[in-house]
């Protein structure tokens, strides 16, 4: 009998878009503007850590709890998130998924973040609210990098180390915590405005 390969251990995305996300764009991006201009302990620390851009992470990580637009786009996104869940043959008993943090990122031309993962989390993801033309796309690394010490160069057009998610106003891509990821330096123009956030999963309340 001949040999044959077979592909092991896939590493899984989920992606796609809000509907009716033009409307709730534009609320989102009301929000962005009054909440950033305000928020000065985030002004302070991206200064010092998010060069160039600005960050909700560290000063207004729960946005789904504070606004309207902000708390829509989460109730569409758990559903999302129910549905990756159940891709991913998870056994919940009796635990369901609990967007845990949500802030927005605005990153200006050449500003990037550098790879990381989400610890304390089990879902992760990203929501594309404003991607003018030369927004750059968001890295997906091959979660078996460290194990690839002396593996031969593969062929062009051969899976690479890293998968890019576009960045697409109104799409959005979820993927387990531990995946590491990254954005490079936006290449934009103007400002690429995008939404993080984590989940957990929580016994229900009663």
Not at 39 to 56: P, V
Not at 66 to 81: L, T, Y
Not at 125 to 146: C, F, H, W
Request: contains cysteine; aromatic residues 12%.
């Amino acid at each position: 009998m001949p040999g044959s390969s077979k592909g092991l251990f896939s590493t899984y995305l989920y992606q796609g878009s809000i509907s009716a996300s033009a409307s709730l764009n534009r609320r989102l991006m009301q929000d962005v503007k009054s909440f950033s201009a305000a928020d000065k302990m985030g002004k302070d620390w991206s200064r010092e850590n998010y060069r160039g851009g600005y960050t909700s992470y560290s000063s207004l990580s729960d946005m789904h709890h504070r606004s309207p637009a902000f708390m829509d786009f989460a109730a569409a996104i758990e559903k999302e998130a129910a549905k990756f869940a159940k891709d991913l043959k998870w056994e919940m008993r009796g635990m369901e998924l609990s967007m845990t943090a949500c802030w927005f990122n605005i990153m200006p031309k050449n500003t990037y973040h550098t790879s990381h993962l989400h610890p304390h989390s089990v879902l992760s993801g990203a929501y594309y609210v404003d991607t003018p033309p030369g927004s750059i796309a968001l890295k997906i690394e091959d979660p078996r990098m460290q194990s690839f010490m002396h593996a031969p160069m593969k062929k062009s057009g051969a899976e690479g180390l890293y998968y890019q998610v576009q960045a697409k106003a109104g799409s959005f891509v979820l993927f387990e915590s531990w995946v590491r990821h990254e954005v490079p330096p936006n290449t934009s123009s103007k400002p690429r405005i995008s939404i993080s956030f984590n989940f957990s999963l929580e016994a229900p309340s009663l």
